[in-house]
C-alpha cells in the first residue's frame, strides 16, 4: 500500500521569498516520486520526479525537490517565489515495482502575495 | 504539438443517466490514462488502457468502463451517475503503460456534474 500526506491545504508566501511544499509518503517498496503542478482550468504538469539515483533533484520553472528516506519525505522547494508560481501543487508515489498505479496527495494551494 | 485533449469541457448530467467523455492523446503516445479529481482533492486513478485493452485498474466500480480505439484515442463510460460521480475527469497520456517511470501528460479535463 501507498499513500500520500501533504502537509497544509494553503502556503502563502510572498513575492521573492523560499517556497517550501511538504510532502511525505509511505510506501512497501522503493518509491517512484512526483510533483505537478496545476492552474486554475488546466490539466497536471509535471515538474520533476524521482526515480533512483541523485536525491536532489531539479525541475521545471527553478523548482527543485530533495529525497529524503529516512524521513520518507520528498519536499518541494524554490528560492524565490514568483506570482507566477500561484497554483495548486500535488505530490505523488508510485512503485517502483510491480503496479506502477501512482497516488496522488490532496495538494497544496500556493499563494504569492506582492 | 496539439498534446492531449480531450471532450466536452463541461458536462450536466441527471442522476441515473450514461456519460461518455472522450480523450486523445498526445502524438506519439501508445497508453492513456483516465483520473478522477473530485473538488478538493488530487486526481484518483481510475484505469489505464494500452493496446486497446485495460491494464490496471483502480478502486472504482464496474460502473465506471472505457474503450481504446486503435489510433490511441480513448473514452470513459460512467453509467448509473450518481450525485457523488461528480468531479473533474483528467486524461493523461504516456509513451509507456509504465506510468511510474515515463512522464504522462495530462489533457484540461471535463468538468462533470451530476444533478
Known amino acids: 500500500a501507498q499513500s500520500v500526506t501533504q502537509l497544509g491545504s494553503h502556503v502563502s508566501v510572498s513575492e521573492g521569498a523560499l517556497v517550501l511544499l511538504r510532502c511525505n509518503y509511505s510506501?512497501?517498496?522503493?518509491?517512484?516520486l512526483f510533483w505537478y503542478v496545476q492552474y486554475p482550468n488546466q490539466g497536471l504538469q509535471l515538474l520533476l520526479k524521482?526515480?533512483?539515483?541523485?536525491?536532489l533533484v531539479k525541475g521545471i520553472n527553478g523548482f527543485e525537490a530533495e529525497f529524503k528516506k529516512s524521513e520518507t519525505s520528498f519536499h518541494l522547494t524554490k528560492p524565490s517565489a514568483h506570482m507566477s508560481d500561484a497554483a495548486e501543487y500535488f505530490c505523488?508515489?508510485?512503485?517502483?515495482?510491480?503496479?506502477?498505479?501512482?497516488?496522488f496527495g490532496r495538494g497544496t494551494s500556493l499563494i504569492v502575495h506582492p | 504539438d496539439a498534446g492531449v485533449t480531450q471532450s466536452p469541457t463541461h458536462l450536466i448530467k441527471t442522476r441515473g443517466q450514461q456519460v461518455t467523455l472522450r480523450c486523445s492523446p498526445k502524438s506519439g503516445h501508445d497508453t492513456v490514462s483516465w483520473y478522477q479529481q473530485a473538488l478538493g482533492q488530487g486526481p484518483q486513478f481510475i484505469f489505464q488502457?494500452?493496446?486497446?485493452?485495460?491494464?490496471q485498474r483502480g478502486n472504482f466500480p464496474d460502473r465506471f468502463s472505457g474503450h481504446q480505439f486503435p489510433n490511441y484515442s480513448s473514452e470513459l463510460n460512467v453509467n448509473a451517475l450518481l450525485l457523488g460521480d461528480s468531479a473533474l475527469y483528467l486524461c493523461?497520456?504516456?509513451?509507456?503503460?509504465?506510468?511510474?517511470?515515463?512522464?504522462?501528460?495530462f489533457g484540461p479535463g471535463t468538468r462533470l456534474t451530476v444533478t
Open positions: 510506501s512497501s517498496v522503493p518509491p517512484y
Open positions: 505523488a508515489v508510485s512503485s517502483s515495482g510491480g503496479s506502477y498505479i501512482p497516488t
Open positions: 493523461a497520456s504516456s509513451p509507456s503503460w509504465d506510468i511510474g517511470s515515463y512522464e504522462q501528460y
Open positions: 488502457y494500452y493496446e486497446e485493452e485495460e491494464r
Open positions: 524521482y526515480t533512483t539515483g541523485a536525491t
